[in-house]
């Protein structure tokens, strides 16, 4: 960590206080600054249900090691480490399960979609937030997983192409602490519904209702070329599901560009 070596416990209202008791996370800390909230977590993952947040990142990244950094205090940024009761195989949905979380914790304020596999864009347009998980070595079933999500930051017409923030849309956002609690809260509820029998499925059920990706046609670049087609379902795994002439694709990895509506 950079500009605070010792974190400090992140303050709670006590009704803020109450909603995260009912769920696995916590304690909470924060940090002025820190190169990432996920490489300083993926240290403790011991410390199951551990939060971090910081007000800024210096070495935040997200796929392909893409490089992101707003200006102190702009935006939420958190990390936290889960522990999924459920078979290991499951750990890759606990991204989409984040996303998911942040679309319920928007609803009233800015209406959402997941994007696959990892990002969550506002229906008005622009990526307002990125996500990316990390596996610990320690444990299978246990994960860090880290958000970036754009509060003020960047204005409208500036910033990253594709970026927006809930400002930039004009949804005002007076406490970034209650907006992570709310995630908080409602990432539990898609955590225990993934770790039912069922759980994938009822998941993927949930993905395709707020899914901005299935039903476009999209590209895909992953390191063996780029794949064009419609994006027409998602697997119970997470995976995207492809159909051009050459038949049906699935994708369990990829960069995905939205080309057009179908």
Do not use: Y
Request: net charge negative; charged share 15%; proline share 8%.
């Amino acid at each position: 960590m950079n500009a605070d070596l010792h974190p400090k416990p992140l303050t709670l209202l006590p009704e803020q206080q109450k909603k995260l008791d009912q769920t696995r996370f916590g304690p909470g800390e924060t940090v002025a600054e820190t190169g990432s909230t996920n490489t300083d977590l993926l240290t403790r993952a011991d410390e199951k249900g551990l939060v971090l947040t910081a007000q800024h990142q210096t070495a935040g990244r997200g796929r392909l090691d893409r490089t992101w950094e707003a200006p102190p205090g702009a935006n939420l940024l958190f990390s936290v480490v889960v522990q999924l009761q459920a078979p290991p195989e499951r750990t890759p949905l606990v991204t989409p399960a984040l996303a998911l979380a942040l679309v319920e914790a928007l609803q009233g304020l800015a209406p959402a979609q997941v994007k696959w596999p990892n990002d969550v864009l506002l229906s008005s347009g622009g990526k307002v937030a990125g996500i990316l998980a990390q596996g610990t070595p320690q444990d299978p079933c246990t994960v860090v997983v880290g958000m970036g999500c754009n509060i003020g930051w960047p204005p409208a017409g500036q910033g990253p192409p594709g970026a927006t923030s809930l400002a930039a849309a004009g949804a005002s956002v007076a406490d970034p602490t209650e907006l992570l609690i709310k995630i908080l809260a409602a990432f539990e509820h898609q955590l225990k519904m993934l770790e039912l029998i069922n759980g994938p499925e009822l998941l993927r059920q949930e993905l395709l209702k707020n899914s901005a990706t299935v039903g476009q046609q999209v590209r895909v670049e992953q390191p063996k070329g780029e794949l064009i087609g419609q994006a027409v379902d998602l697997e119970p795994s997470g995976s995207l599901v492809v159909q051009n002439a050459q038949g049906r694709h699935v994708v369990s990895t990829g960069d995905v560009i939205h080309l057009r509506s179908v």
